[in-house]
């Protein structure tokens, strides 16, 4: 099964919870298809909501020097010169992921200088990753992004089959959703979602769908005791994914139907 999905979001509506409660769901559904759970947030905490132990060492690989080196040509932290635009990239998402539960987790980490469109190693790295997880491999990808989409280009936002953005019913989140909607437009994403989360209400539902009319609503997750909890706490809610929301389960399974 090929499904390549991204979720972005304001910082505060748990973006990074519901990409891991998500991935987890489609690993139990479908024992047989490869998941993997890309942190592609410079507050890399994917690792915690998947039940990751915080003292697996996790290197992302933007800071991997040796190897950026050896597949650019070039020493990270340089710019200019000349190296390698293409590097073979094909074996970092299964040498450098880490798996727990059956979903596989890659961190891709930041470029730290030169601003985020700088040409050097480490950023042809990352795009030339994204390129081929996206492309190429023929599994379930789900991408924690940065508040937009900061870590596709063109070259792969075609491929992508749903980009779903997170909004709590507070304005702020809304709002967020128009310049993130506006982004993944700009570079060819077709299909953008929305995603309720912490909804307490019939009320809170009917605020983001009048609200927001121009949107596809993916579902709306309810206010859960659990997550609230895991989120202040930093540790993965739902250890037995069958004790899940229905909700969330209902949504799983519309982005399982997006690859059929």
Same mark, same amino acid.
């Not at 190429?136 to 940065?146: F, K, L, Q, Y």
């Not at 992508?160 to 506006?182: E, T, Y």
């Not at 037995?240 to 929301?245: F, K, L, N, R, Y």
């Given at each position: 099964?090929? #499904?390549?999905?991204?979720?972005?979001?304001?910082?505060?509506?748990?973006?990074?919870?519901?990409?891991?409660?998500?991935?987890?769901?489609?690993?139990?559904?479908?024992?047989?298809?490869?998941?993997?759970?890309?942190?592609? =947030?410079?507050?890399?905490?994917?690792?915690?909501?998947?039940?990751?132990?915080?003292?697996?060492?996790?290197?992302?690989?933007?800071?991997?020097?040796?190897?950026?080196?050896?597949?650019?040509?070039?020493?990270?932290?340089?710019?200019?010169? @000349? @190296?390698?635009?293409?590097?073979?990239? =094909?074996?970092?998402?299964?040498? @450098?992921?880490?798996?727990?539960?059956?979903?596989?987790?890659?961190?891709?980490?930041?470029?730290?200088?030169?601003?985020?469109?700088?040409?050097?190693?480490?950023?042809?790295?990352?795009?030339?990753?994204?390129?081929?997880?996206?492309?190429?491999?023929?599994?379930?990808?789900?991408?924690?992004?940065?508040?937009?989409?900061?870590?596709?280009?063109?070259?792969?936002?075609?491929?992508?089959?749903?980009?779903?953005?997170?909004?709590?019913?507070?304005?702020?989140?809304?709002?967020?959703?128009?310049?993130?909607?506006?982004?993944?437009?700009?570079?060819?994403?077709?299909?953008?979602?929305?995603?309720?989360?912490?909804?307490?209400?019939?009320? =809170?539902?009917?605020?983001?769908?009048?609200?927001?009319?121009?949107?596809?609503? #993916?579902?709306?997750?309810?206010?859960?005791?659990?997550?609230?909890?895991? =989120?202040?706490?930093?540790?993965?809610? @739902?250890?037995?994914?069958?004790?899940?929301?229905?909700?969330?389960?209902?949504?799983?399974?519309?982005?399982?139907?997006?690859?059929?």
């Amino acid at each position: 099964m090929s #499904l390549k999905i991204a979720v972005g979001g304001k910082g505060g509506v748990g973006k990074t919870t519901l990409t891991a409660l998500i991935a987890r769901s489609i690993a139990a559904l479908n024992r047989d298809t490869k998941v993997i759970a890309i942190d592609a =947030d410079p507050v890399a905490n994917l690792a915690a909501g998947l039940g990751i132990d915080e003292t697996e060492p996790i290197t992302p690989v933007s800071e991997l020097s040796d190897l950026i080196a050896e597949r650019t040509g070039a020493t990270p932290g340089t710019m200019g010169g @000349f @190296f390698t635009l293409n590097p073979k990239v =094909d074996d970092i998402p299964d040498r @450098f992921s880490i798996e727990k539960d059956g979903v596989r987790l890659l961190v891709m980490g930041t470029v730290q200088q030169g601003g985020s469109g700088c040409i050097c190693p480490e950023s042809t790295i990352l795009k030339a990753l994204m390129n081929h997880l996206v492309l190429a491999r023929n599994e379930v990808v789900v991408m924690d992004m940065e508040a937009g989409v900061e870590h596709l280009g063109r070259a792969t936002s075609g491929s992508v089959d749903a980009l779903i953005i997170v909004v709590n019913p507070g304005k702020r989140s809304r709002v967020a959703a128009d310049k993130i909607k506006k982004l993944g437009r700009d570079i060819g994403i077709k299909k953008i979602l929305i995603l309720g989360n912490r909804i307490r209400s019939e009320a =809170d539902r009917q605020l983001i769908r009048e609200s927001m009319p121009d949107y596809e609503i #993916l579902g709306y997750i309810p206010e859960v005791d659990e997550i609230t909890a895991s =989120d202040r706490d930093g540790s993965r809610p @739902f250890d037995d994914v069958a004790a899940m929301p229905e909700e969330l389960k209902q949504v799983t399974q519309k982005l399982l139907d997006l690859a059929k």
